[in-house]
């Protein structure tokens, strides 16, 4: 996934798509981290004022949801199962092994309901099961993950 460089202007178009929907600021901060692939620091001032709210509301909703990301995530970023199933064959080794590579990002999520392929996993949307290093480390290269 390729996202936009920061700019007030674009921020401003995206958030004039978004603050009559009804629970605003949510769906504000859900935009930009679309638009943007994070929710840069200057748009809280933006998201408060168009639907006005207070900077801090929008502050306690952006820290409040574990999906909103106030930095840059890294291009490389794998969520990998930590479910009892997907533990049981192996979840934490592949986890392990993942981070001694030193090339991608782990994040944990807590089942994909693909629990008969496990350890699984999921690289920009796409789901992997009976994942494996190699494979991971494949599909965050944009290589194709079976």
């Not at 798509?17 to 930009?32: C, K, M, N, Y």
């Not at 533990?87 to 592949?94: K, S």
Request: hydrophobic share 45%; net charge negative.
């Amino acid at each position: 996934m390729t996202f936009a460089p920061w700019s007030k202007e674009a921020a401003i178009s995206v958030l004039a798509t978004t603050r009559d929907e009804p629970g605003p600021v949510l769906i504000s901060l859900q935009a930009l981290q679309k638009y943007f692939g994070y929710v840069p620091p200057d748009a809280i001032a933006l998201v408060a004022d168009a639907c006005n709210v207070s900077r801090a509301d929008v502050h306690g909703v952006l820290t409040f949801y574990h999906d909103l990301q106030i930095n840059p995530v890294p291009r490389n970023t794998v969520h990998l199962c930590g479910a009892e199933a997907c533990q049981a064959v192996g979840a934490r080794e592949l986890a392990k092994a993942l981070e001694e590579s030193g090339n991608v990002r782990i994040e944990t999520a807590y089942c994909f309901g693909n629990c008969a392929l496990g350890p699984a996993a999921m690289v920009d949307g796409k789901l992997i099961g009976r994942a494996t290093v190699e494979m991971l480390i494949a599909a965050t290269e944009g290589g194709k993950a079976s």
